[in-house]
């Protein structure tokens, strides 16, 4: 990458350091702050507002599907969780356990949730008879707590927001349909409001999530190069209904098992935010998540006029529905365009003096820094042009950068020598289905498998690590 000019000089650069220059987004932006709680982070006003925006448009998109909203408890009796056999030993190194209540301790140990499908087990247990109970399609709104051992803002913290969603429907094929459409409205998501490009596919037997029967996942590319699993959805069959003793009557007055899928994404998607469109200046945001989507900046604002012309322009643009923020502080206007630069506003709006007696104003996109004239006649038209400019180009972008590191590879060597000479990236190749290859290829390569693409244009026969006949193409890559 060619060295450029750096307006906000506290961030490292993402060539010298990528990790420092994400964590220095972080706290720059002002999107997070440390707490004393090791492993978990204060989210800052901006920081939220990027989740409150996320929630809004993903949780109208939840409700034009169909679902509703609920709120399960915090807490998990271990009994209760001890339910599922698979599904809690997946969770069991990550689990915190309340001991203690108040002065007293607890006659049986309640787990902080780390998910929440044996609370809605519980529930739908109590609530679901008859076929005309199903289906039930829910979601919620929660924090929930895993104990990693290794952490970092957004991508990994101890304790995090998200979204879950379960549905238990009456039969294996509407369940599967739910567990597609949902990773779909995902999918959707990350393109059209993140302008961040996907990998749609399928999870190995030993990736899936636990307790489940399959796990479809949306994998992005992150500047880098390395991948980040930005949302999940997962079908369980009616292995849970059966562990819980969920049945139902059905059309032929006949005891049956319902099916059961679990869907969400998390905070993590501001630190894909972050990672797949940030520059060197900072935050680079989508204008459908932004929170403030354009920002006017008074140029010699001391002069007769300027600020008045200015408060009428913000007057006008919010009238439109737009995020929109007027800077009249004292700060310069240098400082000003360096620091809504830095928090990856999509638009600066630059109006002064000479502007006004030409009838214009200055636009600049924060995605490529380009300027143009507008006449203050055409502003709404032209702001809601470059916005969506904005978004376009953010796309293009972010997918041109996954086209070029994603690489077919034939061997094991030819992997090795991509990741050498070509740095990190989605690498595609063949795979016979034994865990014992999925294995090795970590092993000998550093890259673990993504997932199994739905796009499965065969690159070979035969499988990159023991040569046998390949059944899956598979995409693998270092993970954050």
């Keep these: 990458m060619a060295k ?144 990693e051992k290794t952490t970092r803002p957004f991508l990994r913290s101890r304790e995090f927001l998200w979204q879950e969603g379960h549905t238990i429907h009456a039969t294996a094929e509407e369940a599967i349909e739910e567990t597609e459409r949902m990773l779909n409205v995902y999918t959707d998501f990350c393109e059209k409001a993140l302008a961040m490009p996907v990998l749609k596919g399928k999870k190995t037997e030993s990736d899936k999530f636990a307790g489940a029967v399959s796990t479809y996942a949306i994998e992005a590319l992150m500047h880098d190069g390395k991948a980040l699993q930005a949302g999940t959805s997962h079908y369980f069959g009616d292995g849970f209904a059966k562990a819980f003793d969920i049945q139902y009557t059905d059309k032929d007055n006949k005891r049956v098992y319902p099916h059961q899928t679990s869907w969400g994404v998390t905070t993590r998607l501001i630190g894909a935010i972050i990672m797949t469109h940030g520059d060197n200046n900072g935050l680079v945001l989508p204008p459908a998540v932004a929170p403030v989507q354009a920002v006017i900046i008074p140029i010699a604002q001391h002069k007769e006029g300027v600020l008045e012309k200015a408060e009428e322009l913000r007057k006008r643009l919010a009238e439109t529905g737009l995020r929109i923020k007027l800077d009249d502080s004292e700060n310069s206007p240098g400082w000003k365009f360096s620091e809504y630069e830095m928090k990856g506003v999509p638009v600066r709006i630059e109006i002064g003096p000479k502007d006004i007696e030409n009838n214009q104003c200055v636009i600049v996109t924060r995605h490529n820094g380009e300027k143009t004239f507008v006449s203050l006649d055409e502003l709404e038209k032209a702001v809601a042009e470059k916005l969506r400019e904005v978004h376009d180009g953010m796309y293009a972008k972010a997918l041109e950068n ?79």
């Design 4 to 147: 450029e000019k750096k307006m906000v000089t506290a961030i490292t650069s993402m060539d010298e350091d990528f990790a420092q220059w994400y964590t220095d987004i972080c706290k720059k932006a002002e999107l997070v702050e440390y707490t004393s709680v090791k492993g978990c982070m204060v989210i800052r006003p901006y920081g939220y507002a990027i989740w409150e925006n996320i929630q809004h448009i993903l949780d109208n998109m939840f409700k034009a599907t169909g679902h509703e909203n609920v709120c399960m408890p915090m807490f998990i009796p271990e009994g209760l969780l001890q339910k599922e056999k698979d599904h809690v030993e997946g969770f069991a190194p990550e689990v915190a356990w309340v001991t203690h209540g108040g002065n007293e301790k607890l006659e049986e140990r309640l787990c902080v949730r780390p998910t929440s499908e044996t609370l809605f087990c519980e529930h739908y247990a109590n609530i679901v008879h008859s076929y005309r109970d199903l289906p039930k399609l829910y979601n919620q709104w929660v924090s929930v707590v895993r104990w």
């Design 402 to 480: 996954q086209n070029n590191r994603t690489y077919d590879c034939k061997t094991l060597d030819e992997i090795k020598t991509t990741l050498k000479e070509k740095g990190d990236g989605f690498i595609m190749a063949m795979w016979c289905g034994d865990e014992a290859c999925e294995d090795s290829v970590k092993e000998q390569t550093g890259v673990g498998s993504r997932c199994i693409p739905f796009d499965q244009t065969s690159i070979s026969d035969v499988c990159v690590c023991c040569g046998k006949p390949a059944k899956h193409k598979v995409c693998w890559g270092i993970a954050y």
